[in-house]
């Protein structure tokens, strides 16, 4: 075993130690050291998906969350109801910057947050009249809406409201439709199983509902993209530059008739691999679409996943593949030559939601940074799979880890930047560590393809190199309390 194994290895017993016996053994299936031994073990995984420890700090979401805030809201077209106590609704009025096409509140909702706002008295005697009086209200204020879903907060789980029955009744009485998604918080260990429950619905409502009136042979849809930023406006470029015709974006920028089209794809592209893998498995099983994972996070893997993407069809979109690469390519070596020098070398921590723990990687590594620690919030077995095989030799891998270890890790690491999310941002600045938001971009993006790598490579250069942290203490200098 390398001497960087073994560094990594006691980095993180260290780090552990402080824990009782019970937790620190518990907290030690969650952190492996990339090894080669690791990347060619078909079996090994560090321990995910599973419940976060009681009394820790924890950066995952709930159920709720992941329904509500990544499956269904980026719809555009329809009406997304957080059907519970006010609070996850105001929770979720700062959305992920779903970039969408389309008048707000006319035919466009995705900045919109409709709660049904329970109290006291809807917790005793049930909230079915409430939501009934409340998708009424929305059929008339919003005429174009061309659909409702109903996405329920804890309470009305506890409480056994039948929200079926009322969006069935309510879809007959409305004419559009009204889709119960029983998303409860509580329900599963994270927002992972929000996401599945997310997709149940769409499959149980919505797919294979509409007709696409002309196929052509070069129909792909876009799935797992939120649009944060204008993503997968930025992706929807190049591959209809090459010769594809986008027919569905599930969900960013998406609409209702998307999902009921999609089946009419020839191939679906799934970008975030966690929250929409059940959906093109399926879409395959069921209709016999074929499927496959693509990064266009930096050049190289844009690069990548394009011929392969171009792979699955003639040679005519081969030919524009190419074309499409040389296109840009020049523009991409123009950027690494202007930021690289001044990111080489700097070393990056991650800790985020979907697939971006590892999708980002070749993106980093394109500007000469280095991953040093990297792991997700909600991840599953083959999520830590995948990652393997993208991380060099030593780097720090984990799940769900705790606020303390985050903060602890930094430090030991000397790292030159972390990327996680809005809950981490601003203990790290207090730090005096560097930090992006990788959830929703710290208000900038695209960051996906050729046009989101020039932003994604200014914004690092801009976080890390900016003269305020000369301001601040070193994160060496700054004590994290246990």
Known sequence: MSSIVDKGKQIVEEILEVYPQKSKKDRTKH????????????????KSNMKSRPGVMTARGCAYAGSKGVVWGPIKDMVHISHGPIGCGQYSWGTRRNYANGVLG???????????????KDIVFGGDKKLEVICREIKE???????????????????GDDIGAVAKKMTEELGIPVIPVRCEGFRGVSQSLGHHIANDAIRDFLM?????????????????????????????????????RVIAQWSGDGTINELG?????????IHCHRSMNYM???????????????????????????????????????????????????????????????????????????LRARHTIGAYEDLGMEIVATGYEFAHKDDYEKTYP?????????????AYELEELAQRLNIDL??????????????????????????????????????????????????????LPSQQNVEVSV
Not at 31 to 46: H, K, Q, R
Not at 142 to 159: D, H, M, N, T, W
Not at 322 to 339: S, T
Not at 390 to 402: A, M, N, R, S
Request: aromatic share 10%; hydrophobic share 35%; charged share 25%.
């Open 280 to 354: 093109c498995t399926t879409m395959e099983q069921e209709y016999g679409i074929p499927w496959m994972e693509y990064n266009f996070f930096g050049p190289t893997k844009t690069v990548e996943s394009l011929r392969a993407i171009a792979a699955r069809f003639d040679e005519t979109i081969q030919e524009k593949c190419e074309q499409v690469i040389a296109q840009y390519m020049p523009q991409m070596e123009e950027v690494i030559r202007k930021y690289r020098p001044r990111l080489e070398g700097k070393k990056v921590m991650l800790l985020i939601g979907g």
């Open 106 to 120: 006319i035919n466009n909702f995705t900045a919109m947050q409709i709660t049904s706002n329970f109290q006291e």
């Open 141 to 159: 204020m919003f005429p174009l809406a061309k659909g409702i879903s109903v996405q329920s907060e804890c309470p009305v789980g506890l409480i």
């Open 418 to 471: 972390m990327g996680a999310g809005v809950k981490e941002k601003y203990v790290y600045h207090k730090m005096g560590i560097p930090f992006r938001q990788m959830h929703s971009w710290d208000y900038s993006g695209p960051y996906h393809g050729f046009d989101g790598f020039k932003i994604f490579a200014r914004d690092m250069d801009m976080t890390i190199n900016s003269p305020v942290w000369s301001l």
């Open 31 to 46: 952190f492996e050291i990339a090894d080669e031994e690791l990347v060619n073990c078909g079996t090994c995984s560090i």
């Open 208 to 244: 294979g509902r509409r007709e696409l009136q002309e196929c052509g042979p070069y129909d792909v849809s876009i799935i797992g993209d939120y649009n944060i930023g204008g993503d997968a406006w930025a992706s929807r470029i190049l591959l209809e530059e090459m010769g594809l």
């Open 390 to 402: 993208d991380v060099k030799e030593g780097t720090i891998l984990y799940d769900d880890p705790t």
């Open 261 to 269: 089209i999609a089946h009419k794809s020839r191939l679906n592209l």
